[in-house]
């Protein structure tokens, strides 16, 4: 059990320091975090429709249609609806939001390469391979 509450502590201190150095690159855009989030999904899978949008984000497609509505007010992200049923709607970045993408990706970037630095190679592959198994198993 010692170990489990250990992994805990370093689990909080990790997501605590994360959503920290976020809030704070998020702080300096137009962005709020859960806009930053969709761009990132967005970015990563161009043209998806709500649904999608919603399950990649882990949250309702309700809270995702509040997202989007607000990220196509601020021109970063528009819906389009398809040819074979109107009813779907696709949603994709604007030329504006791209360049927020890219901008938020190299953040993110900048940041993994960043944390792994102390780690050897052999490390961060066997790093890598333990959060693919945890998110695959978990999420």
């Known amino acids: 059990m010692q170990m489990i509450e250990e ?20 702080r300096s855009s137009d962005l709020t975090v859960s806009e930053a989030h969709a ?20 949250v309702t497609t309700g809270t995702t249609t509040v997202t989007v509505d607000r990220l196509e007010k601020k021109n970063f992200a528009k819906r389009e609806s398809t040819l074979e049923d109107r009813r779907v ?17 190299a953040y993110h970037m ?6 792994v630095s ?4 052999d490390e961060i592959r ?3 391979n333990t959060l693919k198994k945890i998110n695959f198993e978990t999420f």
């Open 89 to 105: 709607n696709l949603i994709a970045l604007t030329g504006t939001g791209k360049k927020a993408f890219e901008e938020h990706h």
């Open 39 to 58: 761009l990132e999904v967005l970015g990563e899978h161009e043209n998806i429709n709500m649904k999608t949008l919603a399950q990649k984000l882990g």
């Open 118 to 121: 102390v780690l050897s190679e």
């Open 126 to 128: 066997q790093f890598l």
């Open 7 to 26: 992994l805990t502590h370093e689990f909080l201190f990790f997501f605590n320091g994360f959503s920290s150095w976020e809030n704070s690159i998020v």
């Open 110 to 115: 900048q940041l993994t390469e960043q944390m």
